[in-house]
């Protein structure tokens, strides 16, 4: 009888088979669509202009004891971009100026803003003591919401209508952008008016006088390009 030859040994097969690990992740995949709440977009929610009715005289001008004007000046700095020194906008060294009804050449009456923290002379504060009165209310109906006394949608209603109330002091904001202050200096004014309910604004040029006030501050916009 001849030996069996012990050195052969029997080869199984390794091969893997992914299909059933297909199925899986598509029942995995369609589980997570159908649980997973969508995300919401966290883009900045800017209060546009009211649509209340206003008299053509007082779209001109405000009035002196409402107008609160922001002169938004951003700065600049050489920075090397393929070799070459260019001047590009530096928003961590942007000024802000502000000074509230008419301009007042012989007084002087503009100040330099702040804009870091939230303590005397930043932005926040300057539009926290504008608009005290509806900031007060809205603050009253927040409370209520928080306590489950209101719905969030009730709330929203509430804080429209305080923002609109034209029996409220409230403040008229005149943002005025020099030519080197960028987009991302007008977009951190909006975001404190934003955060103090201030729905009455609007963007316009430098006058004659606004520069003048800048020039005795040691602001120099002649020397710009």
């Not at 007042?104 to 932005?123: A, P, Q, R, V, Y």
């Not at 080197?180 to 103090?196: G, T």
């Amino acid at each position: 009888m001849a030996k069996k030859d012990l050195s052969r040994q029997k080869k199984f097969d390794t091969r893997i088979d992914f299909t059933p690990m297909v199925d899986m992740n598509m029942l995995l995949i369609t589980f997570f669509m159908l649980c997973t709440t969508m995300i919401k977009s966290q883009t900045l929610s800017v209060a546009l202009p009211t649509n209340e009715k206003v008299e053509q005289q007082d779209q001109e001008q405000a009035k002196q004891s409402e107008a609160l004007t922001i002169i938004v000046d951003g700065s600049s700095k050489k920075m090397l971009i393929d070799g070459k020194d260019v001047m590009m906008a530096d928003p961590s060294s942007a000024r802000f100026f502000y000074y509230d009804g008419q301009p007042d050449l012989e007084n002087l009456n503009i100040k330099e803003s702040n804009m870091k923290g939230t303590g005397e002379g930043t932005l926040r504060a300057i539009f926290t003591e504008r608009n005290k009165d509806a900031i007060k209310l809205i603050n009253e109906q927040k409370a209520k919401w928080r306590a489950g006394e209101i719905t969030e949608e009730e709330y929203n209603k509430k804080r429209e209508s305080i923002q609109d109330d034209s029996n409220l002091k409230r403040p008229v904001v005149m943002i005025k952008p020099t030519k080197q202050a960028s987009y991302a200096d007008v977009v951190a004014v909006l975001d404190e008016m934003q955060i103090n309910n201030i729905s009455r604004w609007r963007i316009e040029n430098l006058n004659k006088d606004d520069s003048t006030m800048l020039s005795k501050l040691g602001v120099d916009l002649s020397a710009r390009k």
